[in-house]
């Protein structure tokens, strides 16, 4: 038979992954790609949204038409890469070591951690749905996507001095908030200025260099953590990360004003 422990890995592994599993199963059937294929809206919504989106779009090609090699060399393409770099590295940072932090502090199961991980990803879930609503009714974005990394760095910085377990816990929570929620947000952003191919190409550009924080926010902190003994200097790493990156947002161009 297997280690109690082993067990209890999968079944906390399970728990975790069972709802992805489930909206995976639903949401090819349920969404919709276009406003006409929504079936949930009535006729008269349906053309308004879509006049919306081609009056969106020939706005944006008025203003200005990017070429794919310009949008990748934009200024404001490049501050978003390395914006989405220092989230990246924060957010995978928090992601992966978390649970053993966590751990340490509260020598609790391994079952236990997963439970405890589940309550503060449920939250952070109400909170993307609530910035994204938030976002859409105000049209604006650079706020929704900074106050939460400052949300995210505050959470994770402070954890690094925390030996209660119950704090550490509301820390946890706070971070997981301040990283998932500007997900909400953030790839709507690009093709508030960009569209089409442009609008591909940066977004592509984007979400590569960003990644590469994937690999620099866990690497990093391991490392620190084996160099130290302690995870208070990595934490306090990825707190100052994910903070430029909510000062970076702020540099971003303000959203243009909804007609």
């Known amino acids: 038979m297997l280690p109690r422990e082993h067990v209890e890995k999968t079944r906390?592994?399970?728990r975790e992954a069972l709802p992805a599993l489930a909206f995976g199963v639903i949401l090819p059937f349920w969404m919709a790609d276009w406003p006409k294929e929504a079936r949930w809206l009535t006729e008269p919504e349906k053309e308004f949204l879509t006049?919306?989106?081609q009056r969106e779009v020939a706005a944006k090609a008025a203003a200005r038409r990017f070429t794919v090699m310009e949008a990748l060399g934009d200024r404001e393409v490049l501050?978003?890469?390395?914006?989405?770099?220092l989230?990246?590295?924060?957010?995978?940072?928090f992601s992966y070591w978390m649970p053993t932090v966590l751990k340490d502090v509260s020598?609790?199961?391994?079952?236990?951690?997963?439970?405890?991980f589940a309550v503060a990803m449920l939250v952070s879930l109400v909170a993307s749905v609530a910035t994204g609503h938030s976002s859409s009714k105000r049209n604006e974005k650079r706020w929704h996507g900074a106050v939460h990394m400052f949300l995210a760095a505050i959470g994770v910085g402070a954890s690094a001095f925390t030996r209660d377990p119950w704090i550490f816990l509301g820390f946890l929570t706070l971070a997981a908030v301040g990283t998932y929620a500007p997900l909400a947000v953030w790839w709507s952003y690009p093709t508030t200025f960009l569209s089409g191919a442009a609008a591909a190409g940066a977004v592509g550009l984007i979400n590569s260099v960003g990644n590469l924080g994937g690999f620099v926010g866990p690497y990093l902190t391991g490392w620190v953590?084996?160099?130290?003994?302690?995870f208070a200097g990595a934490l306090l790493y990825l707190?100052?990360?994910?903070?430029?990156?909510g000062l970076l947002i702020l540099t971003l161009r303000r959203t243009p004003p909804a007609r």
């Open 51 to 53: 006049h919306q989106y």
């Open 225 to 230: 953590r084996q160099t130290t003994g302690s």
């Open 107 to 116: 020598g609790w199961s391994n079952s236990e951690i997963g439970q405890a």
């Open 87 to 93: 989230w990246v590295t924060g957010f995978w940072g």
């Open 239 to 245: 707190a100052t990360s994910l903070a430029a990156a």
């Open 12 to 14: 906390a592994f399970l």
């Open 79 to 85: 501050k978003l890469c390395l914006t989405y770099f």
